[in-house]
T-cell receptor, first 112, second 110 residues
Framework: EPEVTQTPSHQVTQMGQEVILRCVPI?????FYWYRQILGQKVEFLVSFYNNEISEKSEIFDDQFSVERPDGSNFTLKIRSTKLEDSAMYFC??????????FGPGTRLTVL | DAKTTQPNSMESNEEEPVHLPCNHS???????IHWYRQLPSQGPEYVIH???SNVNNRMASLAIAEDRKSSTLILHRATLRDAAVYYCILRENYGQNFVFGPGTRLSVLP
């Protein structure tokens, strides 16, 4: 069964450093998403991406965040200058023209 | 913010049916009702979705009230693996993001 994969599973970084979280969506999907979940809190939407551009973003997704689909298979989330409050699980998801989103296993980001 | 209301937690015994309620009194005519669940230390997982009619799949059944202001996710025989947080979410169109609420934490007792 096709699945969304994410790397790394755990990323530790120093405050102020840049991080790139990587996702490989399901191959024939057209819609891509990033969500995050701070420990013990609800899943929060960050950004959606379709047709090589951002289609929607939340208030969380400020200028420190960017997304890219560099090579037609990967979908990345970059945080330019990490803050302590960026520590969370980051989930990538993808979907086709149906109502089901497939989520990856997540990347745990720890900012020290 | 999420437009649904769910109980914070529920408990069930293994092998028994579970009915997880969701209120969505402000649902619009084009909103689909989605259910996802999140097992411990995993990403959310699709369970089922529907618009007006009741729906069945291999995982669960979705019963939608006639006025669509509430719905119930039914797990026919709970297993220990069904212990998770269950999210009821409204969404109008595919391609839109999901707005997750706190969900219902289901505990399954052996």
């Amino acid at each position: 069964e096709p699945e969304v994969t994410q790397t790394p599973s755990h990323q530790v970084t120093q405050m102020g450093q840049e991080v790139i979280l990587r996702c490989v969506p399901i191959s024939n999907h057209l819609y891509f998403y990033w969500y995050r979940q701070i420990l013990g809190q609800k899943v929060e939407f960050l950004v959606s991406f379709y047709n090589n551009e951002i289609s929607e973003k939340s208030e969380i997704f400020d200028d420190q965040f960017s997304v890219e689909r560099p090579d037609g298979s990967n979908f990345t989330l970059k945080i330019r200058s990490t803050k302590l409050e960026d520590s969370a699980m980051y989930f990538c998801a993808s979907s086709d023209e149906s109502n089901e989103q497939f989520f990856g296993p997540g990347t745990r980001l720890t900012v020290l | 913010d999420a437009k649904t209301t769910q109980p914070n937690s529920m408990e069930s015994n293994e092998e028994e049916p579970v009915h997880l309620p969701c209120n969505h009194s402000t649902i619009s005519g084009t909103d689909y009702i989605h259910w996802y669940r999140q097992l411990p230390s995993q990403g959310p997982e699709y369970v089922i979705h529907g618009l007006t009619s009741n729906v069945n799949n291999r995982m669960a059944s979705l019963a939608i009230a006639e006025d669509r202001k509430s719905s119930t996710l039914i797990l026919h025989r709970a297993t220990l693996r069904d212990a998770a947080v269950y999210y009821c979410i409204l969404r109008e169109n595919y391609g839109q993001n999901f707005v997750f609420g706190p969900g219902t934490r289901l505990s399954v007792l052996p």
